[in-house]
């Protein structure tokens, strides 16, 4: 695991968005993409150098980390919806091949088990977006999530349809159901990049780093791992006890070794 601690919220997208640019102009790719506001700003840095002609999207396929659960299909608030809003509008991304679980499908279970077979199918994911959030959740795999999870039904808690009901007009709104890939799932992407941002970020950002291994902080999975990378700003970065490690080994990092 990698560890970059950057100065703001600006540079750890710019970061971020270099690893995704570097990656797609080098082969089509298979991208695992995260909703939520960390994430922004680096697909606005994407679409700008799209928008230059210095990267395209066309070979590659992307996935969704999760979904809700009894929205309609052409309700705003649905990830696919959100993910298209804020990203794969704005690039040359088919939408055919923006891929998601299917939760209007009967069978739910069912629709979690293709659509792992999906992913397989794809060949794997190359790179997965990854938030944080403050209880350590990683997409929807809530603290008590088994870490050998796979994609499946998980009922959201209180505090986190709190969370995201200021994308709705009330909390009574907000689902109370997703699919989510498990994470298993997540972990067998070929790199995981998880991003954070802001004083808020701190603590579950310290317990998934440095903290044991537990399903009380399901983003600690990442630190078994063999490519992961972890994008701070110093504000999320600080409770950190290595942190002045961290920044030493990436000041020093050979030029030829890229995240």
């Known amino acids: 695991m990698e560890v970059v601690i950057v100065p703001t919220a600006d540079d750890a997208a710019r970061v971020v968005a270099g690893v995704v640019i570097r990656l797609v102009t080098a082969r089509p790719a298979v991208l695992g993409l995260a909703t939520g506001s960390s994430p922004l700003g680096t697909y606005r840095r994407i679409v700008d150098e799209h928008r230059a002609g210095r990267v395209s999207f066309a070979a590659c396929d ?5 979904e809700y659960v009894g929205l309609a299909p052409d309700h705003p608030e649905t990830y696919r919806a959100v993910i298209r809003r804020d990203f794969t509008d704005h690039i040359d991304l088919a939408p055919e091949r923006l891929h998601g679980p299917d939760v209007w499908a009967a069978d739910l279970p069912a629709a979690c088990a293709r659509y792992d077979g999906l992913l397989a199918g794809l060949g794997g994911v190359d790179l997965q977006l990854l938030g944080i959030g403050a209880d350590g959740h990683v997409g929807f795999n809530e603290p008590g999530s088994s870490l050998r999870s796979r994609t499946r039904v998980k009922t959201l808690t209180k505090a986190t349809r709190t969370d995201n009901a200021r994308f709705f007009a009330s909390a009574d709104e907000v689902p109370r159901h997703v ?3 498990g994470l298993v799932t997540i972990s067998d992407a ?6 954070a941002i802001g004083e808020r970020k701190a603590v579950p950002v310290a317990r998934a780093v440095e903290g ?3 399903a009380s902080c399901p983003a600690s999975v990442i630190q078994l791992h063999p490519h992961a990378t972890v994008v ?3 504000a999320a970065a600080g409770e950190l006890e290595l942190a002045d490690y961290y920044r030493e080994a ?3 990092k050979p030029s030829w070794q890229a995240l």
């Open 62 to 66: 992307a996935v969704l980390l999760d």
């Open 179 to 181: 699919l989510t890939q």
């Open 190 to 195: 070929r790199h995981l990049v998880l991003l």
């Open 212 to 214: 044991p291994i537990t």
């Open 232 to 234: 701070l700003d110093e």
């Open 250 to 252: 990436y000041a020093g």
